[in-house]
């Protein structure tokens, strides 16, 4: 491969130092080119990608707005019942259409020619087709079947709405795996029920997001409050991975111990400047009711590219990343219970969102810590930072550690081969 510059000196294609994605080039966080090409072949590709809930468009005619990696989309539902994605962006002259979050309509209207399409995304009616009094207008052979709104492939996995722009990629189910969409179908157990949203803007590369929610080895070190009182650093947890490591389930089962670990001494390190964790006035935001009757008492689920199901306690989300340019993200979380939970079990999740998220105690974190490493690597685009956390070389499918950074290996190995990056003999 030959080796080009970009227009700023970064070093092209990726320079990979090792073949297992245990060094990382800081440059993959600051490049614009690298960026254009991740909206195309990582958020434009054969990847399946997160839309939202079938419970958010209950009713005919219900439709959401979202975006994959920059594109808007929406997705609607039709009269008959059926649901459909497009992109959101005009047949006409490229202006986004929905502009609302959510609404319900009969049909689609572009506010700048009022060019109307359908909620199978159809284009039904052009303002003027014909002209004006037999003057102007378009070609008597222009066809509207020719020009609808870009439909997406979409597939409802319990409720659970996964868009593809790819009419050739694989089924959904074989894009999870076994091991994640088994964990996935256990996880949306019921008919589900939208309990709210947050949103939360980082001032970071959204990259470096997909590898936090894939890095079990920071969780009790940056987030004290979940070390003193959420899940200790001695708890039995794990890591799970799909074959092809693009996805990762990390774990942790509050009611074992690891073995062989001296927990007072691990202890003694983490908890001794939580003193305000300590004194939580609301311990009951912490109760877990083991609903799922497995003894997990957080996991979090991180599917290639951007979206993580969380299960922390009873406290069930999903955070979709949304790429704002380069130096930037949006992370949507959409809170969510089941259609039979008790007023109760309800309230408590509510009240559990706030471990999490913008103004939780631990997700604000995440968000300091990524907009550290986005501005100290600005300068070091020669530089990698190092991954040997759990070990080098090729990537199990399963580990009974949480001290490891193996699936943000995993991430990088099938980001290289969407991106055409892979190194020469580079590991998947
Ligand atoms: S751009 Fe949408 S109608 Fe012209
Ligand atoms: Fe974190």
Redesign the pocket.
Known sequence: MSERQSPEGLPRPIKWTRQDYSRVPFAVFHDPELYQREMQRVFGGPAWQFLGFAAEIPKPGDFRTAFLGETPVVYNRDMEGGIHAFVNR?A????V?RREPYGNAKDHV?I????CYGLDGSLLGVPFQRGLAGQGGLPADFKRSDHGLRRLRIENFRGALFANFDDAAAPLEDYLGEEIGGWLARLLKGEIRILGYQRQFIRGNWKLYAENSRDQYHGSLLHRFQGALITRTVTEGGLRLDPRHRHSLIYSMPGRKALEVDSARVQEDVVHDIDGADRLRRMTMLRHIDEYGDGVGSAICSLFPGVVFQRIRNSLATRVIRPKGLDAFELHWTLFGFADDSEELGAHRLLQANIGGPAGYVSLEDGEAIELVHNATKQASDEASLLEMGGIGPIPEHVTTRMNELSVRGFWSYYAELMGEEPEGGIR
């Open positions: 005009c006409h002259r490229g202006s259409v572009c700048y020619h009022q060019w």
